[in-house]
């Protein structure tokens, strides 16, 4: 059964950084693009970035360009979010997601991020 597990979400200062992590199973990893998606409370979901199934590929919204980092390492079945000179702002649940073109669309339960001094 496919599942996906994010972990490293924590309490952070503003100007901090902060390492999320996703543990992927049931499903052919390598074979898949993978997300991080993130939701503010009372805000719609948002991507935040998305990597290639080989990870030869990012891509980051506008907001994260510069202090956001994804990454997968398909050897452990896992895909980092590295985040940096975090502001209050980037106070949200972080979920992991999994696509595929020929089907297949999985989501993780969140990790949550709390900025705040």
């Known amino acids: 059964q496919p599942q996906l597990v994010e972990s490293g979400g924590a309490l952070v200062q503003p100007g901090g950084a902060l390492t999320l992590s996703c543990a992927a199973s049931?499903?052919?990893?390598?074979?898949?693009?993978m997300s991080w998606y993130r939701q503010a409370p009372g805000q719609e979901r948002e991507v935040v970035a998305v990597i290639g199934s080989r990870g030869r590929n990012a891509d980051y919204r506008d907001p994260f360009k510069g202090r956001f980092t994804i990454s997968r390492d398909n050897t452990k079945n896992m895909v980092y979010l590295q985040m940096r000179n975090l502001v209050v702002e980037d106070t949200a649940t972080y979920y992991c997601?999994?696509?595929?073109?020929?089907?297949?669309?999985?989501w993780g339960k969140g990790t949550l991020v709390t900025v705040s001094s």
């Open positions: 997601n999994a696509v595929h073109s020929h089907g297949g669309n999985y």
């Open positions: 049931g499903f052919d990893f390598s074979r898949y693009v």
